[in-house]
């Protein structure tokens, strides 16, 4: 799958890259009527070979095979749009906002596609992207979509060569990849994972008490003084587990309760202890 996104880290470096120069001309043909933003949402659109974006629920297949391309616009803004060769300019599809970036996904043709985004009104590229000129003396951001980038077989032969890096990956998504190292198809056996340092430290340390198991019988006074057969209705949670008080003159006590139908039952097991 394709990818195109940037991060921003700066403001010095970049600033030139994200102003709206005002003296510079813009091309009519970018100014075209655009869909509601507030009524989008993060759509698959197809291509349709220079005519506008056709959604997919219309069932209208693409005339030449496209990838999924995913556009990521990482510097804020209310209303973000994308436009570019692919469909020659004559269409700005919204960029949905969510989890901190603006995102679309968009089918595209295999090849070379130039693209620029509409931030709140103001034509931008992403800094952190390939760039060429311009017929106007600007920058746009450049993809190069190859359809092997959405062949599963592809993936699987790029993942044992180590080349598991996607074509346009920005330094945020290389970021949540996976640390280096051996990966493969075997689950390896128990027995060598037992046998793993990190492993034999980890047997050695008890589990934490979850906090909610704090509040058993054994650790509550009595409800009724006059009455010490009634015990106070225990948590859900601390129903069939079986607790252990620490040994106190040589005797130990265990502890378990269990529900029968709105009646709760406990029971409490002492056993001396010969400490010699």
Not at 3 to 18: I, V, W
Not at 107 to 123: A, R, T
Not at 243 to 269: E, F, G, P, Q
Request: net charge negative.
């Amino acid at each position: 799958m394709g990818q195109t996104s940037g991060k921003y880290r700066g403001e010095t470096d970049l600033s030139s890259a994200l102003d709206f120069n005002p003296k510079k001309p813009v091309d009519e043909s970018h100014e075209v009527k655009s869909e509601s933003f507030e009524k989008c949402s993060l759509r698959h659109v197809i291509d349709d070979g220079g005519d506008g974006f056709v959604p997919v629920d219309l069932d209208v297949s693409a005339k030449r095979s496209t990838v999924p391309t995913i556009f990521r616009w990482e510097y804020g803004g209310k209303e973000v749009y994308v436009s570019g060769t692919f469909n020659k300019w004559k269409t700005r599809f919204p960029l949905t906002y969510s989890g901190g970036e603006h995102a679309a996904i968009i089918d595209l043709p295999s090849g070379e596609h130039h693209y620029k985004f509409l931030v709140d009104g103001n034509w931008v590229h992403d800094p952190h992207q390939k760039t060429v000129d311009d017929e106007l003396g600007g920058h746009s951001n450049v993809i190069y979509v190859n359809e092997s980038d959405f062949d599963p077989t592809q993936a699987l032969l790029n993942d044992e060569c180590g080349t598991n890096v996607p074509l346009g990956a920005s330094s945020s998504s290389l970021s949540r990849m996976s640390p280096p190292g051996n990966y493969g198809q075997f689950i390896p056996d128990i027995s060598q994972i037992s046998q793993e340092p990190w492993a034999k430290t980890a047997n050695l340390i008890p589990p934490l008490l979850p906090p909610h198991l704090l509040d058993v019988i054994l650790n509550n006074d009595v409800v009724d003084e006059d009455d010490p057969v009634v015990l106070p209705i225990p948590n859900h949670v601390a129903l069939n587990h079986l607790y252990a008080l620490s040994i106190k003159d040589n005797v130990m006590t265990l502890s378990t309760t269990h529900r029968y139908k709105k009646k709760y039952i406990t029971t409490v097991m002492y056993k001396p202890i010969n400490v010699h």
